[in-house]
């Protein structure tokens, strides 16, 4: 290990589960992004939506924020970076990263419609990380 | 290895890899650009030109591609993230990840231009990775 | 040690403390920000300033330059990616990165307010990275 934060090991984890999550976020694949969650996973994206709890809570939901794509079809792009990762007592870790979304219309440039923060919990759930909760925190918001 | 994606030694490669390779893009060194690539290497970065081939052709594709540069010169900033790894059975790597380009003209403000993906197969030769071929797409791109 | 670049130990090092700096930095902590560089630490951020040198100058610096937040309240991201390092030969390394901005005022949208380089000279101090200098180019600068 050296001198800052956790270990290569996890840190490098982290930063190819984030990646695959959100691929599959950005591809519409709203189960596979619910499996990286735990079965009890708590999700809170959007200040003026509670919380979306439990997997098919936040399949159920992400449908439902996604539902205008039909008739406004976009891609979204979900950055993650700037992490950093801290161990908790109990075994799960904590992260805190900065993220940034780019929506792109058919024939559109892209423009970034979203920069803030996500707070995770990490737990290993049969050798693999999934999220017992993430909070984003939105900049600019009132 | 820990439980998700490949190993880190080659997770880390192919970021270290990426870094020098755009560096080496932006700062108009396309001739290092194309040592990156494969002798018979298959670059596709733009939907409406042909497929670039063989470093010499990568070379000339990109001075081409650039030949603005003289009347308006701008520069160009390549971000690479998001990357996913998968090994495939014939030795090479299958690399996907999200990229970005911000454009900056001289005394004016950063804009974002490109938001998309790449899809590289990736192989080592002498011992350092390369690039068989690239597939950039473009989001919002009809 | 792979094909390409330094130690997967020393570059996820150099990713964990980048990460933490700014975060510090982005939140206003600007003792703890200042920490992250060597007591006689040189920071070159603003063509238009003169460089802030030790601690307690990069300190007074940058209350000085955010003096504006008061009464123009903003949130930034500085986000880094795209590193490559290199380790010369009196123990520093040599680190050039790209960076953006992100900035977002109260209940407005994100806009990318910066694009462009640092240049860092690291070394380590009590087992920890520290910036012994870091040199931002801001791309569009005439």
Not at 44 to 56: F, K, L, N
Request: hydrophobic fraction near 35%.
């Amino acid at each position: 290990m050296a001198g800052e934060g956790v270990s290569v090991e996890l840190y490098v984890e982290v930063q190819q589960f984030y990646a695959r999550q959100m691929q599959a976020l950005d591809s519409g694949k709203y189960e596979t992004f619910a499996e990286t969650f735990t079965e009890d996973g708590l999700f809170t994206h959007t200040p003026t939506r509670p919380a979306a709890s439990t997997r098919a809570g936040i399949v159920a939901d992400l449908y439902d924020f996604h539902a205008g794509a039909a008739t406004d079809p976009v891609q979204r792009r979900h950055w993650f970076n700037m992490i950093t990762l801290v161990p908790l007592d109990d075994g799960t870790i904590e992260s805190t990263l900065y993220a940034l979304v780019l929506r792109t219309r058919p024939g559109g440039q892209p423009e970034v419609t979203f920069s803030g923060t996500a707070r995770d919990v990490l737990v290993r759930l049969d050798g693999r990380l999934h999220n017992r909760s993430r909070t984003v925190t939105h900049d600019g918001q009132r």
